[in-house]
């Protein structure tokens, strides 16, 4: 676990979460700084998502603490929700309707004034009407991206940012994140393109079976996955 005088961002100690008999994450301690960029490195299934969803008060913890923006999650967790975005590899989204419809809705749910037309210029998609289900998977995760662009959080939570991208969204994703960083966002990720994420963050994290087994400079990720899977 990273050691500051400053105050983390995010603090857990000894979070865990249980599906039935499995469990996803288990004694999971883990502090984050603020503008800090961490990278989660894991094997399918190792809880990666789970741990994010978790961060994100989207899923509550079977057992442990977590404290966001130095608020406890089980009392705060309205006040927490309101500074953070989640990125998930799974969106939520109307198919039916534009990517402009979309975006203007979820603003309208979250109370977010002003037009939807920069955020989805930011992110390379043009003001169209098609429906969403004429999209291609890469211009579905960039209508994700401008969405979590909307809600200026203080703490973003993506994950996979790079499925369904080809090359030059792989560019976009590399930009966006460090704009993120550069505006004082704090950024947690979790990706299997690990040779170009490690790149991009601070610190790493590699989990494994729910645990983790290993915590760095994101530059040694790599080395300490081999070492785990070789």
Known sequence: MAHSSASPIVHAQKLSRRYGARWAIAQVDLEVLAKEKLLIVGANGSGKTTLLRTLATAQSASLGSLHIFGMDVRTHAVQIRARLGLLSHLPQIYRDLSGAENLRIFNRLLGIEGPVEPYLERVGLEIRPDPVRTYSAGMIKRLSFARLLAQK????????????????GFGFVDNLLRDLTESGVTVIVASHQVDRARHLCDRAILLHQGQVRWEGPALDVGRAWAMLHG
């Open 153 to 168: 959080p203080d703490l973003a939570l993506i994950d996979e940012p790079y499925g369904q991208l080809d090359p030059a």
